[in-house]
């Protein structure tokens, strides 16, 4: 611990993230996830901008810096012309490079998340396709979608693919 600060501020986005802002929480008046989580995008400016390295760890430690949904929806309406949305993608990359992340079920469903995103472009050219939708990994999917993975060649021939 120590200069969490300095590692954020030499993020080559933050210049043009975080100017000075003035807490006048329009960001979070017009933020979609401030509507649906214990979510604060004006306080994680304001903890950003004050440099407290014990309040800082803790943010890139929380589920809070995973709650963002990046549309940034902040960033015109800032009167400052701050990007909250940004500031939150730099916490973020610096909770992975410190590995904080681990410490948040939001951060390491994201991670992982964006990781399998990554190969599934690298690997087949797409975010995400059918055939890597894999039951086990995407329980959300519900039986229906288990059924047809266990049956897809079946399913194919049925109707005309090899
Ligand atoms: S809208 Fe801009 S100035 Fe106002 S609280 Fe949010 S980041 Fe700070
Ligand atoms: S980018 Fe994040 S902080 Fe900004 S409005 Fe969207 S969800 Fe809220």
């Given amino acids: ?6 590692i954020i501020k030499s993020d080559v986005r933050y210049e043009d993230s975080l100017k ?13 996830a401030a509507e649906f989580y214990d979510y604060d995008p004006r306080r994680i400016c ?4 004050r440099g407290d390295e014990e309040q800082v760890e803790k943010l ?4 809070t810096i995973w709650y ?15 990007i909250p949305g940004a500031v939150i993608n730099i916490l973020r990359k610096v909770s992975q490079d410190m590995g904080y992340y ?17 190969d599934n472009i690298l690997n087949i050219g797409y975010c995400v396709h059918p ?21 897809i060649k079946a399913v194919n021939r049925r109707n005309g693919f090899p």
């Fill in 46 to 49: 304001d903890t950003v901008q």
């Fill in 20 to 32: 000075a802002c003035m807490n006048c929480g329009i960001c979070t008046a017009i933020c979609p």
């Fill in 131 to 151: 055939d890597v939708v894999f039951p086990e990994k995407h329980p959300e999917q519900g039986p229906v979608w288990e059924w047809y993975v266990k049956n």
């Fill in 1 to 6: 611990m120590g200069n969490l600060i300095d």
């Fill in 60 to 63: 890139l430690r929380s589920d």
């Fill in 68 to 82: 963002c949904g990046q549309c940034m929806s902040c960033k015109p309406r800032c009167p400052r012309g701050n």
């Fill in 102 to 118: 681990k410490e948040s079920h939001m951060g390491r469903q994201q991670v992982d998340l964006m990781a399998g995103i990554g």
